[in-house]
């Protein structure tokens, strides 16, 4: 039963209902007169229960509409944002007037908000006619900041880089900046974490291999932020593999991918003020493809409003290939293989798309400032370590000793990976920057890992899930009473070394 005025309305409307149908069974033996009053009662009853309905329809529009602006979820913001850009790439709205309808998204404009509401039962054509009266030079409060990634938390994630893609852009978005993020469409994603997914009824197409490929076109939000996946139509089907990366042909999968993302970018009339690219996989933005395509090409075609950030995660992965890879992306060999520009400074046949992104980007950011330092210096080799081998009590043990002072100081340091000269030489723009954390996907007050959610108020819970990760380990019963301390970090073949 409805409950409150409208609901006792409803509530006579569905006891008439139900007389009439009482009163069609007994039809036949009724006078035509009284079957006619009835059918009467009943038709004025069913506009009074449609004029009901209509008046709940526009009370709950009114309270959408009295709803202050900044009580409005970043969902809905994000949504709007996507369905403006979706008009851009299906041609229902020029570049200039889906600028200023995304400014107006980017401020939390009360008007569009509005004229949401006001045309939500619309149809398109009506919906963008509508939009179109506000295109009225909004002002614009911060930076439209695009990420250009192989990962993001949740919904493609393999290591730190996912968490400082989706950490990084919801803290820029809190500020008051426009953020987007372009993926590759993977078929391992988590497509449950994405909300209103859809594809859009466009096609970008992508120079590679000789010839023009058809990219399909995502969007949707993941954590309240804006995301286009990139869907290519290219026979090895390159993100159709069931991993991230670990391919034989990583090096084309995503010198494919930043080149149609770049395509997207340039089609959908976007005019970042950053571009910013994250390790190997996506310096192809800025080390492959920078010098002949972004400055030479799409610069020209109106794509030349962003500076280029790039953030190597970790110098250990670089992504080299031999130099001849890219003539795929339609690039001259001789053009980038070269010392000051892609050549690696350790084979000289291959390139190395890292080394290109430092070259040729305006900012060169890392994890850390003291990781920025350890990159600069060179690492240490294994002929500096003298390596010995001893046997104590059965047991085989390996110890390691520097042969010099130097030497010591690099024995732990893993150095440049052979980019310390590149990076040495481009130290006015490069710098690190601490990376923190998302306080909301790792506070424990809500984390639904923890076998118990505690907070700085409540501390009873980390007890609890000390002896639980203790039984999960194995660990000894016996030292219960002993701090635990666990470290999260890269296990790589270098630190192995020693």
């Not at 009370?59 to 996507?82: C, G, I, N, Y």
């Not at 919904?155 to 990084?168: H, I, R």
């Amino acid at each position: 039963m409805y409950t409150g005025y409208h609901g006792k309305k409803c509530n006579n409307i569905m006891e008439l209902n139900a007389t009439e149908n009482k009163l069609m069974a007994e039809a036949p033996s009724r006078s035509d007169q009284e079957i006619h009053s009835h059918v009467q009662l009943y038709q004025e009853s069913v506009k009074e229960f449609q004029d009901t309905l209509n008046s709940l329809k526009e009370d709950s529009k009114r309270r959408a509409l009295d709803e202050p602006v900044d009580d409005m979820p970043r969902e809905f913001w994000t949504r709007l944002l996507l369905i403006v850009d979706g008009w851009l790439l299906e041609k229902k709205l020029s570049s200039t007037d889906a600028k200023l309808l995304r400014e107006m998204v980017w401020k939390r404009d009360g008007r569009i908000r509005d004229a949401y509401f006001t045309c939500k039962d619309k149809n398109e054509h009506e919906a963008v006619a509508t939009f179109l009266r506000l295109t009225s030079s909004p002002t614009r409060p911060g930076l439209h900041i695009i990420h250009i990634a192989a990962e993001m938390a949740p919904v493609a994630k393999v290591g730190g880089l996912g968490d400082v893609v989706s950490g990084l852009s919801k803290a820029l978005q809190k500020k008051g900046h426009l953020v987007e993020i372009v993926l590759p469409k993977y078929d391992c994603m988590q497509y449950d974490r994405i909300g209103d997914l859809r594809a859009l009824d466009v096609v970008v197409e992508s120079y590679f291999d000789g010839r023009l490929f058809k990219n399909k076109i995502w969007v949707g939000t993941v954590e309240g932020l804006p995301v286009y996946f990139i869907e290519p139509h290219h026979p090895d089907k390159f993100f159709w593999r069931g991993q991230f990366y670990g391919e034989k042909d990583d090096f084309r999968r995503f010198s494919f991918f930043s080149r149609a993302a770049l395509e997207l970018l340039l089609q959908a009339g976007k005019k970042p003020d950053i571009i910013h690219c994250h390790d190997w996989q996506t310096a192809f933005v800025v080390g492959t493809n920078v010098a002949p395509l972004y400055w030479d090409l799409y610069t020209p075609k109106g794509l030349n409003s962003a500076r280029i950030c790039f953030t190597c995660h970790n110098f250990e992965y670089q992504g080299t290939a031999p130099a001849s890879e890219l003539a795929s992306c339609g690039l001259e060999v001789y053009q980038l293989n070269r010392p000051d520009r892609m050549q690696d400074n350790s084979a000289h046949d291959r390139v190395n798309p890292v080394k290109g992104a430092i070259v040729f980007s305006n900012i060169v950011t890392t994890v850390s400032p003291s990781y920025a330092q350890e990159v600069r210096t060179t690492e240490a080799v294994d002929n500096e370590v003298l390596i010995l081998r001893k046997v104590i009590d059965d047991k085989t043990v390996w110890k390691c000793f520097p042969k010099s002072i130097e030497a010591m100081g690099r024995m732990f340091n893993t150095g440049g990976h052979g980019l310390n000269a590149t990076l040495n030489s481009h130290s006015k723009k490069f710098v690190g920057i601490l990376n923190g954390i998302d306080t909301d996907a790792w506070n424990p007050a809500t984390d639904t890992f923890l076998k118990v959610q505690y907070s700085a108020d409540d501390l009873q819970g980390k007890a609890e899930n000390k002896e639980a990760i203790r039984k999960h380990l194995g660990l000894s019963s016996a030292d219960a009473r002993q701090p635990l301390v666990i470290f999260f970090s890269v296990m790589s073949k270098h630190y192995l070394r020693f």
